[in-house]
């Protein structure tokens, strides 16, 4: 375990698009930052780019999750961002499978850092815990149970942290974004490019580097000030299901 004088942040799902260019935003605010993923080989090359640590994480396993928090001397941020949705079907044709893995991945993923994390992130007096849920946190859309559940699942969870924690040196900050292009959509449509590319066709999206910036801004500010949420959509993005697309 190295030491770390600097302030230390924790990012789940760091191998690629928000999580990736949130690591980089906290390390050039001056963290040291602690990134996690599946895909080792990925972290590796993004720790080498901002002197910070790669430590495989999957957060749906006990033993992973325990591992990870173990390795850790301290933690001042944490940002559970690892997570995604898998496939786009009506709740009478649910693959559980599918809704498995969105559950225990934003769900109980999210579940397991914090619980993990929580008595280093109160240890450091001034803690903050980032979520990334999502605008289908905030409202269902149809063939999107799967997804637009487990985001509702992971925010209330979230936001029950808000009351219990009162109280203790800990903020939390919910980011709901909306369409953001990054690998989101391969890994919902189990890497079908042409139908991952439709989903961003014809709009301008909101870029990783848009939502990494959110986590900075709320990451410097001053202990006494709290920001709970915020909801980002690309300008030509209404809600969940509402789009302006050019031909
Ligand atoms: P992404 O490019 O697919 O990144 C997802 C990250 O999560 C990857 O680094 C992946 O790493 C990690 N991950 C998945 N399962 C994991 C596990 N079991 N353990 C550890 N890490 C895991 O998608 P993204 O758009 O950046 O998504 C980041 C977050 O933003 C997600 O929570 C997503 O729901 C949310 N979000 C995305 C959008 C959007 O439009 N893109 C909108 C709203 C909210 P490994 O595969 O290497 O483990």
């Not at 033993?63 to 944490?78: E, N, Q």
């Not at 909801?231 to 809600?239: H, N, T, W």
């Given at each position: 375990?190295?030491?770390?004088?600097?302030?230390?942040?924790?990012?789940?799902?760091a191998s690629s698009g928000i999580g990736e260019a949130?690591?980089?935003?906290?390390?050039?605010?001056?963290?040291?930052?602690?990134?996690?993923?599946r895909r080792?080989?990925?972290?590796?090359?993004?720790?080498?780019?901002?002197?910070?640590?790669?430590?495989?994480?999957?957060?749906?396993?006990?033993?992973?999750?325990?591992?990870?928090?173990?390795?850790?001397?301290?933690?001042?941020?944490?940002?559970n961002n690892a997570g995604g949705a898998k496939g786009l079907a009506p709740v009478a044709?649910?693959?559980?499978?599918?809704?498995?893995?969105?559950?225990?991945?934003?769900?109980l993923g999210t579940l397991r850092l914090t619980k993990a994390?929580?008595?280093?992130?109160?240890?450091?007096?001034?803690?903050?815990?980032?979520?990334?849920?999502?605008?289908?946190?905030?409202?269902?859309?149809?063939?999107?149970?799967g997804y637009t559940s487990a985001k509702h699942a992971q925010a209330v969870l979230h936001r029950t942290l808000?009351?219990?924690?009162?109280?203790?040196?800990?903020?939390l900050t919910e980011i709901a974004p909306g369409a953001v292009e990054t690998e989101f959509s391969l890994v919902r449509f189990d890497g079908d490019e042409e139908r991952?590319?439709?989903?961003?066709?014809g709009i301008t999206p909101l870029l990783a580097a848009d939502i990494a910036d959110l986590v900075a801004f709320v990451a410097s500010r001053p202990p006494h000030v709290n920001i709970d949420q915020i909801?980002?959509?690309?300008?030509?993005?209404?809600?969940a299901g509402r789009f302006s697309r050019q031909a």
């Open positions: 375990m190295t030491e770390h004088t600097s302030r230390v942040a924790v990012v789940t799902g949130t690591a980089r935003a906290l390390a050039a605010a001056g963290y040291h930052v602690v990134v996690g993923a080792l080989s990925r972290l590796r090359r993004l720790a080498d780019e901002i002197d910070g640590t790669a430590r495989q994480l999957d957060v749906t396993d006990e033993a992973s999750v325990a591992a990870f928090a173990d390795a850790l001397d301290r933690a001042d941020v944490l940002v044709d649910a693959d559980l499978d599918d809704w498995r893995w969105m559950w225990e991945t934003n769900v994390l929580l008595p280093k992130l109160i240890a450091s007096g001034d803690g903050l815990i980032v979520t990334i849920t999502s605008v289908a946190a905030l409202a269902p859309y149809d063939n999107g149970a808000r009351g219990e924690l009162l109280g203790k040196p800990v903020r991952a590319a439709a989903v961003y066709r909801v980002v959509k690309p300008r030509d993005q209404a809600d």
